[in-house]
């Protein structure tokens, strides 16, 4: 067993559980004194022909990087063997599979960046807790890239569900274990401490708008329209210009001139 110092017990117990009480905490607090500030902050009416490309890749692709980290962080190997999953099935799925999701998800946010960075009207509001978000989310989306790249595709490769993701089980358990950490290449530390951080301030930046899950939007009840169709009775469409015609009777009853009572 690696033998565990102070500074570990800092990085791999006490910093992540301050980090998950703040990303459970904070978003109580940011609805409270702050509920209209709980928004994405969207700046489509600014521009749209970048945004139409970097949001979509990057989007899907932190989609699939999170399930990736689900499957791979998660679930224990024993789990998957049960199924069937190889360990060599599970890394060439995860290796492959994964660079190419981080590529996409690195080329939608090298897209967004650019666009909030050139576009002044974008940038304009842009805030400073973006930029610090901003740099978190770039920080652990490339570290882990790079550590990917490094260990499992040029490398012999790395067995991080021997080591990071009992680490991630024992903190969810209550059992933390930072001796797991210990011996864990830069890279992969790196990217786990950046990851945290990033969960640290999530309830306080845009990120916050990924807690707000329209669920009741499936169940909501169906909007009725109605129809324009001259055949089903409705109004005549005309320009906004043009006075509006009254029904005969309507018109016939205002020519009446109106007497007196007598």
């Known amino acids: ?70 499957v791979g962080l998660l679930i224990p190997r024993e789990w998957l063997e049960f199924f069937g999953i190889t360990e ?9 599979l994964g660079t190419i999701v981080a590529l996409i998800t690195i080329a939608g946010m090298v897209i967004l960046l650019s666009r909030r960075g050139a576009i002044r009207r974008v940038a304009r509001v842009t805030t400073v807790m973006d930029v610090v978000m901003y740099f978190f989310l770039a920080s652990a989306i490339i570290l882990g890239t790079i550590a990917v790249i490094q260990f499992q595709v040029l490398g012999a490769g790395y067995d991080y569900r021997g080591t990071i993701s009992p680490w ?8 933390p274990d930072a001796s797991l950490m210990v011996g864990v290449p830069l890279m992969f530390q790196l990217h786990a401490l950046t990851a945290t951080a990033l969960f640290l301030i999530w309830p306080y930046t845009r990120l916050v708008h990924v807690m707000s899950v329209p669920l009741m939007y499936l169940f909501r009840p169906y909007v009725v329209y109605r129809s324009r169709d001259a055949h089903r009775g409705a109004r005549a469409v005309r320009p906004g210009w043009e006075p509006s015609k009254l029904p005969a009777t309507r018109q016939s009853r205002q020519k009446q001139p109106v007497g007196r009572d007598r």
Do not use: C
């Open 1 to 70: 067993m690696n033998e565990v110092t102070y500074a570990d017990v800092l990085l791999w117990v006490a910093f992540p559980y301050v980090a998950a009480a703040s990303f459970i905490v904070g978003p109580i607090l940011r609805f409270r004194y702050d509920k209209f500030g709980w928004t994405s902050r969207s700046s489509q009416t600014y521009e749209t022909k970048l945004l139409k490309w970097g949001s979509p890749m990057f989007h899907y692709g932190i989609l699939g990087v999170f399930a990736g980290h689900v």
């Open 88 to 96: 060599h099935m599970y890394h060439l799925g995860a290796t492959w």
């Open 168 to 175: 991630s089980r024992s903190l969810i358990l209550f059992r």
